[in-house]
């Protein structure tokens, strides 16, 4: 395969732990392209050394990439092709790289897009949660009262919410999800993906504290939390046997046609009946 270097951003996704799960498209890239900028040199170091890979590299993180966008863009300009890296995973996911690829879209660059490991889609496939509508809400702020009244926004919300958290954290974390939420609401902890120590546990957010207080080891690592969203509400002027006209269609029809049908059957309006499936389908 070759690869185009005039001018390109690469986006490339890299492994989030074990060194395998990496795609050939990308190491091709990587191979071949005339710059890396990687969210901290020293960290990518290690794949590209694993795979023999020389291109030079240039940090880019949180701190420098408004200064350091400016340079990258004058060398894609210049029709050179650089590769962007994170420390793990998909580059902009909770990740440094956004700046960088605005500053690329507004200058005409072309941005190629390299699929691979992502936290985010690994601990949603694994965590027994509803993942066909979810909210990802990456890092909750550090301080407590920032992070509750974070919590608290998202406390109805039907949707299977997704968190990332720092091991130091993790305690305060589920302690005030248990409180804000629910002891009872349930929730996964998927810690360590691809690693030696990696952990699926599903439980209530107060058995998944009293878990995690207890062992000390599930207080390391990288950690990705999945909570199952509110139970959706009743509505109040929809009546029951309106539902289960809606229910019994869904369970036939793809959830469009049995809200449309549901709505000739009954007077209902369609979208209020639609809505009304999405969320009872988060159940």
Do not use: C
């Amino acid at each position: 395969m070759s690869i185009d270097k005039t001018g390109v951003l690469y986006i490339v996704a890299t492994p989030i732990g074990h060194l395998a799960d990496i795609s050939a498209r990308a190491l091709e890239i990587l191979r071949g392209v005339d710059l890396i900028a990687a969210e901290d040199t020293r960290h990518s170091a290690r794949l590209l050394r694993h795979y023999g890979i020389e291109a030079p590299t240039v940090a880019l993180h949180e701190h420098n990439e408004r200064e350091q966008a400016a340079r990258l863009m004058d060398r894609l300009r210049a029709g050179a092709s650089i590769a962007l890296l994170s420390d793990a995973g998909t580059p902009a996911i909770s990740d440094p790289g956004y700046h960088l690829i605005r500053a690329a879209q507004d200058g005409g660059v072309h941005i190629v897009p390299i699929p691979g490991a992502s936290a985010l889609a690994a601990a949603l496939s694994v965590s027994g949660q509803a993942a066909d509508r979810f909210v990802f809400e990456g890092f909750l702020p550090n301080r407590a009262a920032a992070r509750a009244q974070r919590l608290e926004a998202l406390r109805q919300e039907i949707r299977t919410l997704v968190f990332y958290e720092a091991p130091h954290r993790i305690v305060e974390t589920l302690a005030a999800m248990a409180e804000i939420f629910g002891a009872d609401r349930e929730a996964t902890i998927v810690r360590e993906i691809s690693k030696i120590h990696e952990t699926v546990h599903r439980d209530s957010l107060a058995a998944l504290l009293e878990w995690v207080r207890g062992d000390p080891d599930q207080q390391r690592g990288e950690i990705v939390l999945v909570v199952r969203g509110a139970e959706a509400p009743m509505e109040s002027d929809i009546q029951p046997d309106v539902q289960r006209v809606l229910e019994t269609l869904a369970a036939e029809l793809p959830l469009r046609q049995a809200a449309a049908l549901a709505a000739k059957l009954t007077g209902v309006s369609r979208n209020r009946l639609y809505e009304l499936g999405l969320r009872l389908k988060t159940r």
